[in-house]
């Protein structure tokens, strides 16, 4: 069984900084690209950031600037650093990962719980 769990979320005003982390545990054979989604209240999930294995990120327009991810391949984990903080960040933020467990023939994808960020204004 494999899963992700979150932590880092809360309430913070605008302008503000938090840092989301991110641990993959069970029986993982390989992670490829791990990355953060988000989801506010009536809006589809958007994807946020990603960083694949070999450390390349990519940003939502919206957090290009503002946002930056980082993994440690031996731990399992991404981190999101969220700096300037708008209101419009508020969302739930949900971890993915794309792996292929242990004895598995296949990839395939993996999400955390969620963790809720909310920004003041």
């Known amino acids: 069984q494999v899963q992700l769990v979150e932590s880092g979320g809360g309430l913070v005003q605008a302008g503000g900084s938090l840092r989301l982390s991110c641990a993959a545990s069970?029986?993982?054979?390989?992670?490829?690209?791990m990355g953060w989604y988000r989801q506010a209240p009536g809006k589809q999930r958007e994807s946020v950031a990603a960083i694949t294995s070999a450390g390349n990120a990519n940003f939502a327009d919206s957090v290009q600037g503002r946002f930056t991810i980082s993994r440690d391949g031996a731990k399992n984990t991404v981190h999101l650093q969220m700096n300037s903080l708008k209101p419009e960040d508020t969302a739930v933020y949900y971890c993915n990962a794309r792996l292929r467990p242990i004895g598995a023939p296949d990839w395939g994808d993996v999400w955390g719980q969620g963790t809720q960020v909310t920004v003041s204004s």
């Open positions: 069970g029986s993982i054979f390989r992670i490829t690209t």
